[in-house]
């Protein structure tokens, strides 16, 4: 373990950063089509959403926009109506 990654597992009482990033996050990440594909709605329609600060979370890498599968499914809970 390195010692940035020491240095700030000592610091969280929870799981450790490196142990964290072990999990491979990119198993997660789906493109902007295959969101808006999971989703059904357009590719615009994510671009807006995004600008209006609704739908679900991006990340954007670059030019490159990815979404996490678990972000979508939390978001689509979050709309259920009670």
């Given at each position: 373990?390195s010692?940035?990654f020491?240095?700030?597992?000592?610091?969280n009482?929870g799981?450790?950063?490196e142990?964290?990033?072990?999990?491979d996050?990119r198993?997660?990440l789906?493109?902007c089509?295959d969101?808006?594909?999971?989703l059904?709605?357009s590719?615009?329609?994510l671009?807006r959403?995004?600008?209006?600060r609704?739908?679900?979370?991006?990340i954007k890498?670059?030019?490159?926009?990815?979404?996490?599968?678990?972000?979508i499914?939390h978001w689509?809970?979050?709309l259920e109506?009670g």
């Amino acid at each position: 373990m390195s010692a940035y990654f020491a240095s700030i597992g000592s610091l969280n009482s929870g799981p450790t950063l490196e142990k964290q990033m072990t999990h491979d996050f990119r198993d997660d990440l789906i493109t902007c089509e295959d969101a808006a594909r999971h989703l059904a709605v357009s590719i615009r329609t994510l671009s807006r959403w995004a600008r209006l600060r609704k739908g679900p979370p991006r990340i954007k890498v670059g030019r490159s926009i990815f979404y996490r599968r678990s972000a979508i499914e939390h978001w689509l809970l979050s709309l259920e109506n009670g």
